[in-house]
């Protein structure tokens, strides 16, 4: 494969059949045997492109996306002002995903980056997100200096599951040392 160059930009009504088509994709490979099959099997693009659509119009600025020239979206993002009150961050991440085929390339650490810095501009200095413990990409979090904040149950599908927060409390210093590690031979995402 070609060297890629990946840009993480805002995304725009266009993108929402392509957010929808990697949310699907990512789901069912990563939650296949982990999630109930009728829910992973149930899962619609079209339903899907709908509501990244109305979530673009509606917060613009929050929505990134990942793109090669050639490739076209690689993976996408959201963030906002934090849902859960028992955390004590800022900020949320509320998705993050990379195209199965392109996971491991940096490209999640490219947008994860570029969400912090989104809520960075929205006032936010602290950030968390929740990951489902059985996700096997939750300890890339843990590799850009995440830490477990939370855990808490929940319900998909019918099925009662567990899932951990991480939290990064000082955003500024996050993205200081993701620059400089970025920076230095061999220290790629693995």
């Known amino acids: 494969m070609n060297a890629m160059m990946v840009r993480v930009r805002q995304a725009t009504m266009q993108d929402a059949a392509s957010i929808a088509r990697i949310d699907v994709e990512t789901w069912r490979a990563t939650y296949a045997g982990v999630l109930p099959d009728r829910l992973l099997i149930g899962l619609s693009e079209g339903r899907r492109a709908a509501n990244w659509a109305s979530e673009i119009s509606r917060h613009p600025a929050d929505v990134l996306v990942a793109e090669d020239e050639r490739q076209g979206i690689l993976g996408f993002g959201n963030c906002g002002a934090q ?25 999640g650490r490219q947008l994860l980056l570029g ?7 929205a006032g936010h200095n602290s950030a968390a997100l929740w990951v489902l413990r ?57």
């Open 134 to 190: 059985n996700n096997p990409s939750r300890y890339f979090y843990e590799r850009v200096g995440g830490t477990l904040a939370l855990r808490k149950s929940m319900t998909l599908g019918g099925q009662s599951v567990e899932a951990v927060a991480y939290g990064w409390l000082d955003l500024p210093t996050v993205l200081h040392q993701q620059a400089r590690t970025a920076n230095r031979p061999g220290e790629e995402e693995r």
């Open 115 to 121: 969400l912090f810095s989104r809520l960075l501009r």
């Open 83 to 107: 849902r859960d009150s028992r955390i004590d961050y800022g900020g949320e991440i509320y998705t993050l995903y990379v195209s199965p085929d392109f996971q491991g390339l940096g490209i």
